[in-house]
């Protein structure tokens, strides 16, 4: 009997794209397994760093320890203005030190804005240190004079007034009491608000003052 030897006589098994069906089959299989594989979830990394100008805006207040030169607050305030920040109140005052001086700035922005404008306040020719101190726990004090219309029917009143504020009666005309009134923001803040329905005539404001509580010294942390 005539035939095929290699047949074994049986018929060859199908074929798919050129291959035995068995070797078909494997290579499903493993694209299935791959695609599989695929389709699990990637490595997460860390969540993105805030970007500056994103975050909640609040209050902050930064000290800066700087050389007693002239066009060193131009400087800062330039550099403020770059970064966009609109100070609410910049405070400066000599140091112990004669050539030292201590600025106090207090401005609103985020915390990341914040961080970077203070990084780059440090490299500033002339600035010596730079700490912000919003979190920190702190003595605040504003002083302001307030001129107050007065007249001779509420002028007792406004005395009364000053007096459980605390302040003091710096000048007295017929038609105006000047008062010296100091504290935190918020309390110079009510207190303004409090005398502003008898007419506010003129009002100054040093802005705030700040100095950490405890026995640790921004002055004496400086990179002299």
Request: zero cysteines.
């Given at each position: 009997m005539s035939g095929d030897p290699a047949s074994n006589g049986k018929a060859p098994a199908a074929a798919v794209g050129g291959l035995p069906a068995s070797a078909a089959a494997g290579a499903a299989a493993s694209a299935e397994t791959s695609a599989v594989g695929s389709a699990s979830p990637a490595h997460i990394g860390p969540p993105a760093r805030a970007l500056p100008g994103g975050g909640e805006t609040r209050r902050h207040t930064l000290i800066a320890i700087v050389l007693d030169k002239p066009g060193v607050l131009n400087r800062v305030s330039s550099l403020m203005r770059a970064r966009n920040f609109n100070i609410d109140s910049l405070a400066v005052s000599h140091t112990d030190q004669p050539d030292i001086s201590r600025m106090t700035i207090t401005l609103h922005g985020?915390?990341?804005?914040?961080?970077?404008?203070a990084k780059q306040l440090y490299r500033l020719i002339d600035v010596l240190k730079v700490q912000d101190v919003t979190?920190?726990?702190?003595?605040?004090?504003?002083?302001?004079l307030v001129k107050i219309r007065a007249t001779d029917s509420n002028r007792a009143e406004i005395l009364t007034i000053v007096e459980l504020s605390k302040g003091r009666v710096v000048d007295l005309s017929g038609e105006s009491v000047i008062v010296e009134v100091t504290g935190t923001e918020t309390e110079v803040d009510a207190f303004v608000a409090l005398v502003r329905t008898y007419g506010i005539k003129e009002l100054v404001r040093t802005g705030?003052?700040?100095?950490?509580?405890?026995?640790?010294?921004?002055?004496?942390?400086?990179?002299?």
């Open positions: 985020d915390d990341v804005a914040v961080e970077q404008a979190s920190e726990a702190t003595v605040d004090h504003e002083l302001a705030a003052v700040v100095m950490a509580r405890g026995s640790a010294s921004i002055e004496e942390a400086t990179k002299r």
